[in-house]
């Protein structure tokens, strides 16, 4: 079996990354990011949540409850706006899909990484067991 140094496997990790970053779904995502960007009325609400946050966590400071409820609430009917608007809610499926699709790139290389230890090991990748044993001094 090939020994690599960790240059080596760090520099296959960026070129992985570089391959993923040029995958359909990505793009997808790159695009539709582009254009909640330069949908004015998103970045509008945005900039008025952030505000409004700022202001909600001051009048929890100073306990006042009536107002941060206030608050809170323009806060919520703020991003029911953002939500309903078609870009958003396909930016938050791709969104899905892109974390889902990392999800398995790094379930994956997980699991191989174990299951060849488990084979250099000689162990039983059905048990999940290395074959490397402690030696114990029970003897």
Same mark, same amino acid.
């Given at each position: 079996?090939?020994?690599?140094?960790?240059?080596?496997?760090?520099?296959?990790?960026?070129?992985?990354?570089?391959?993923?970053?040029?995958?359909e779904? $990505?793009?997808?995502?790159?695009?539709?990011?582009?254009?909640?960007?330069?949908?004015?009325?998103?970045?509008?609400? $945005?900039?008025?949540?952030?505000?409004?946050?700022?202001?909600?966590?001051?009048?929890?400071?100073y306990?006042?409850?009536?107002?941060?409820?206030k608050?809170?609430?323009q806060?919520?009917?703020?991003?029911?706006? $953002?939500?309903?608007?078609?870009?958003?809610?396909?930016?938050k499926?791709?969104?899905?899909?892109?974390n889902?699709?990392?999800?398995?790139?790094?379930?994956? $290389?997980?699991?191989?990484?174990?299951?060849?230890?488990?084979e250099?090991?000689?162990?039983?990748?059905?048990?999940?067991?290395?074959g490397?044993?402690?030696?114990?001094?029970?003897?």
């Amino acid at each position: 079996m090939a020994e690599y140094t960790r240059k080596e496997v760090l520099d296959e990790a960026r070129h992985l990354a570089s391959m993923l970053s040029n995958i359909e779904e $990505i793009n997808r995502f790159k695009e539709v990011e582009a254009k909640i960007n330069n949908n004015k009325k998103v970045q509008k609400n $945005i900039s008025s949540i952030k505000t409004l946050q700022k202001q909600a966590v001051n009048l929890q400071a100073y306990e006042k409850k009536a107002a941060l409820e206030k608050v809170e609430s323009q806060i919520d009917r703020l991003q029911d706006e $953002i939500d309903a608007i078609p870009v958003v809610q396909e930016f938050k499926e791709i969104q899905i899909v892109v974390n889902d699709i990392l999800q398995l790139v790094t379930g994956t $290389i997980a699991r191989e990484v174990t299951n060849n230890i488990i084979e250099a090991t000689g162990g039983d990748l059905l048990e999940g067991k290395t074959g490397t044993k402690i030696p114990t001094n029970d003897a």
